[in-house]
């Protein structure tokens, strides 16, 4: 008995290997674009190009830091926190009983004599180095008014000191000095 021959369900031979077209561009030119302008946002500071980080020390214009403002540069790639505070907010650090906190300082102590305003911190939380927020706009600045590490919850107050949670130190003052009442020399 003669078997039923089966179906032939292959798919029809492919035609050859595409062959693809390959467009050498040896040089394209954008001329022009580098020339474009840019806007250098006012925290330009945030990014500074690698032969500033590789430097021992940076200067930061601060004439555009209104009180009560902050904002984020970069010192020896990690974050700092130049901060302009009002006189309600240096009044709420002045009020606090040093004795009191974990890790004892006057704002005075943490701030350039006449200066008391000009609050330049570490920004880096003393915990386990997360960045806290406080010094962005619309950041959330925590129970104390200062700083909050979203990482495991520590609030620093208007002097940047720690004053709940479990980060044991206040937030770091760099080495820095006025070079003028607008420039700050951070290291
Ligand atoms: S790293 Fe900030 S609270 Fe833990």
């Not at 031979?13 to 467009?23: H, L, P, Q, S, T």
Request: proline letters at 6%; one cysteine or more.
């Amino acid at each position: 008995m003669a078997e039923q021959a089966s179906i032939d369900t292959s798919a029809p031979a492919e035609e050859g290997v595409r062959r693809r077209d390959f467009i050498n561009i040896a040089a394209v030119s954008f001329a022009g674009v580098g020339g474009a302008a840019v806007l250098v946002p006012l925290v330009s500071q945030m990014a500074p190009s690698a032969d500033v980080l590789a430097q021992s020390s940076t200067e930061i214009d601060i004439s555009a830091i209104q009180p009560g403002q902050a904002i984020k540069a970069v010192f020896r790639k990690q974050p700092v926190f130049i901060r302009n505070l009002t006189p309600e907010e240096i009044s709420a650090a002045e009020k606090v009983d040093v004795a009191s906190l974990r890790d004892p300082q006057s704002l005075e102590e943490r701030t350039k004599e006449g200066k008391t305003n000009w609050l330049i911190t570490m920004g880096v939380c003393t915990h386990l180095g997360c960045v806290p927020l406080g010094a962005g706009e619309g950041e959330v600045k925590g129970e104390f008014g200062g700083y909050f590490c979203p990482c495991h919850g520590s609030s620093y107050d208007t002097a940047a000191r720690i004053r709940k949670g479990p980060a044991p130190k206040n937030l770091e003052v760099p080495e820095y000095a006025f070079t003028s009442d607008t420039v700050v020399k951070i290291g």
